[in-house]
């Protein structure tokens, strides 16, 4: 069993030293995501400018708690889609999601997902995918949210906390 | 100095209640011999989860499916007497396993959550005596699984009743310091775990059930953690309903057992409706069959019924003191080499004293999932996890743990092999 292709450096590095964490203001949507059968949990908030197509992820936060492959997939999406349009951040997700699900037989191309080809030899590990996609639920939930309220017609403006 | 793996032997002979040739009965369980990748022995310690099987168990599975194999109580022919005959033996088993006062007072369930389930909701629809309304309360504790919290919190809120429950000490112990405010004349039901399935922790059941009975309140007991690994007695606990699952008890999945108390079980209304719970059925309305099998509706788990009866007897054979003396002795080793851990903290009694096999604890700086992974790759089979446990983590400020649990079968050598695992862990992850 080859722990060190599911346990990466860049994995580790960003278990220890996340990047993005904490909840931070403004944000449009908040989500709180678990993982029922191993108790992880995400609490995430989405800031998003603009609308439709021209949207822009200006900032993705969270508090989570869970293991090292969840904590290091969340630093790792953060840093992917703070600053991309939410379709380009939409396509990377779809990129990460089917390198997650294709059993270690998907070549993950490092030009879209940076620090997420680390997470090529979880793929090979079925019962810790679940762990490197909650996070991405999470966010893509939180995003869709704020969409859906934007064609709704609902004022979605930020959530400035006093 | 710790014996190595291959020296376990030696030391469990020095062990005090070890059980004696416990390299003939691990011969007797076929998966303790599994190699796993790149060619470690298997490790198993998850027993709390699951037991392992021995061969007793599959090989009379497997006869009744070769040989005997008919549908139970309505099959007239030769092979549907045989059937009949093989299920209700079990039952004689079972009742004799936990001292039941009478074979009728033994049910059988999918499983122990179906066997509190079927408590909770026919106490739900009981009337008279039994019944359940506003103002009325239902006390368990903050150590139960989920499967003896959540039913409680369904008739609770289906009858506007009042759900409380025992806390906890910090040394994983029930706080019984306010058992007078707690067990009132408001009290209909106390329902609470033998043993828990993540602290460890054996409960004073017998002492609980009189104070419940002072007020007159029904007692249910979860037994899924201790019918494994003590001596279970209905009469001297002196419970109104117990629960336990084949599954830890080295028999099969898909059958449990709900033990009631013959007046109580009279009284209740059916759970299922279906075959074989009716004594007529018109179109207009049914009777109902007498106990056990107005509780069994549809064709029951029959060979997994003859699984265990086998299992009891495997059990008996070897004798349930025996095997609570063989847990101690290894639980206490584990905690003793658990303790020389760097970091660790294990969640629940540090002493094998009234404690069971099921060891939880955490790690600094290193997931539970992380160890459960690298323990893995070594062969070493633990749980990680909120053990269907959650409220018993959040007392102890932990949103999971890793559990290791020992069974019968469980060397000296393997708890070393889960020490010096744990270390190469931490090695792993960098954590000193």
């Known amino acids: 069993m080859d722990l060190d292709a599911l346990y990466q450096e860049i994995i580790l590095d960003h278990y220890k030293n996340p990047h993005h964490k904490g909840l931070r203001d403004p944000y449009e949507a908040e989500v709180h995501h678990v993982n029922p059968t191993c108790g992880d949990e995400v609490t995430m908030r989405v800031h998003l400018s603009g609308e439709g197509d021209v949207a822009v992820v200006e900032d993705v936060s969270y508090d989570a708690e869970g293991c090292s492959i969840s904590q290091a997939a969340t630093s790792v999406m953060a840093d992917l889609v703070i600053g991309k349009t939410v379709p380009e951040a939409l396509a990377i997700h779809e990129e990460f999601l089917a390198l997650m699900q294709g059993r270690g037989a998907v070549e993950p191309d490092e030009e879209v997902l940076e620090d997420g080809i680390a997470f090529a030899g979880v793929a090979k590990f079925p019962a810790r995918v679940k762990c490197a996609l909650l996070s991405w639920m999470a966010w893509k939930d939180a995003t869709s949210q704020v969409l859906g309220a934007r064609t709704n017609g609902v004022a979605a403006e930020s959530k400035e906390q006093s | ?432």
């Open chain 2, 1 to 432: 100095m710790r014996p190595s793996r291959d020296h376990g032997e030696t030391k469990g002979e020095l062990m005090d209640g070890l059980l004696p040739e416990l390299e003939v009965i691990r011969a007797d369980f076929p998966i303790l011999t599994r190699q796993l990748a790149d060619g470690f022995p298997l490790v198993y310690l998850d027993s709390a989860n699951t037991s392992q099987k021995p061969q007793v168990v599959i090989d009379a599975m497997v006869d009744h499916l070769e040989r005997h194999n008919a549908n139970v109580a309505r099959a007239m022919h030769q092979l549907g007497a045989e059937s009949s005959a093989a299920f209700e033996e079990a039952r004689d088993k079972v009742a004799a396993f936990i001292n039941a006062p009478s074979r009728d007072e033994v049910i059988f369930t999918k499983n122990a959550s179906e066997a509190l389930n079927l408590v909770a909701n026919t106490l739900a629809w009981a009337r008279g005596p039994l019944e359940i309304g506003a103002g009325d309360e239902v006390v368990i504790t903050e150590m139960e699984h989920h499967s003896n919290i959540v039913p409680w919190q369904l008739l609770t809120e289906r009858k506007g009743a009042t759900l409380r429950w025992f806390g906890l000490t910090d040394d994983g112990r029930l706080d019984l310091s306010n058992i007078d405010e707690l067990i009132t004349e408001r009290t209909k039901v106390v329902s609470l775990t033998w043993v828990s399935n993540m602290l460890g922790t054996v409960n004073p059941v017998a002492e609980i059930a009189r104070r419940a009975h002072e007020v007159g309140a029904v007692v249910v007991v979860d037994a899924s953690q201790a019918a494994p690994q003590m001596p279970v007695d209905v009469v001297a606990a002196d419970v109104d309903f117990l629960a336990f699952t084949a599954h830890k008890v080295t028999g099969p999945t898909g059958i449990g057992v709900l033990w009631g108390r013959r007046e109580l079980l009279e009284q209740l209304p059916p759970f299922l409706g279906g075959g074989e719970m009716i004594a007529t059925v018109k179109m207009e309305r049914s009777t109902y069959a007498g106990i056990p099998h107005k509780f069994e509706a549809g064709t029951p788990p029959i060979v997994e019924a003859v699984g265990l009866g086998a299992a009891i007897d495997y059990l008996s054979a070897i004798g349930m003191d025996n095997v609570k003396a063989h847990e101690e002795a290894v639980t206490g080793y584990a905690l003793e080499g658990l303790s020389t851990i760097k970091g660790l903290t294990v969640l629940g009694p540090q002493t094998a004293q009234n404690r069971g096999g099921a060891i939880a604890f955490e790690i600094d700086g290193i997931h539970p999932h992380d160890v459960s992974q690298v323990l893995d790759s070594r062969g070493i089979a633990v749980r990680a996890g909120h053990h269907c446990a959650k409220p018993a983590h959040k007392r102890y400020g932990v949103q999971s743990s890793t559990r290791a649990s020992s069974y019968l079968y469980t060397t000296p050598a393997e708890i070393d092999a889960l020490i010096e695992g744990l270390e190469y862990t931490k090695k792993y992850f960098r954590v000193d």
